[in-house]
């Protein structure tokens, strides 16, 4: 059977070597941790650059999308423009006699 002093040598030198253990230990979960926080940054940086690329590419499809829509209104209101100038050519009296009700009845609203 191992004497006090034997027991207490080999506490000392379990401690010691648990001790450089632990100590070893923390600097690898230091040297992880910094790995990581790195990581979060470059991952941070391009998930920002991702969504900044993505968001100005929705952009330009709004702004394509809406210019189609104002030629489209734009050749509308030049269709309907020259069906209207057709239908004046064709009958004055009446297109004279429709501007003139319409104008009474704003007169009439406007009025009240």
């Known amino acids: 059977m191992p004497s006090a002093s034997e027991k207490a040598a080999k506490s000392e030198n379990g401690s010691r070597v648990t001790a450089q253990n632990l100590e070893a230990d923390i600097e690898q979960l230091k040297a992880d941790i910094a790995k990581l926080a790195k990581q979060f940054q470059v991952t941070g940086e391009h998930s920002y650059g991702t ?59 406007t009025r009240r």
């Not at 189609?68 to 297109?95: C, G, V, W, Y």
Request: glycine letters at 8%; a neutral charge.
């Open 51 to 109: 969504a900044r690329r993505a968001a100005a590419e929705g952009v330009d499809q709004l702004r394509t999308q809406g210019e189609a829509a104002m030629e489209k209104i734009r050749s509308n209101a030049n269709d309907f423009e020259a069906q209207l100038a057709a239908s004046i050519r064709e009958k004055p009296l009446t297109a004279l006699g429709i501007a003139a009700g319409v104008g009474f009845l704003l007169a009439l609203m």
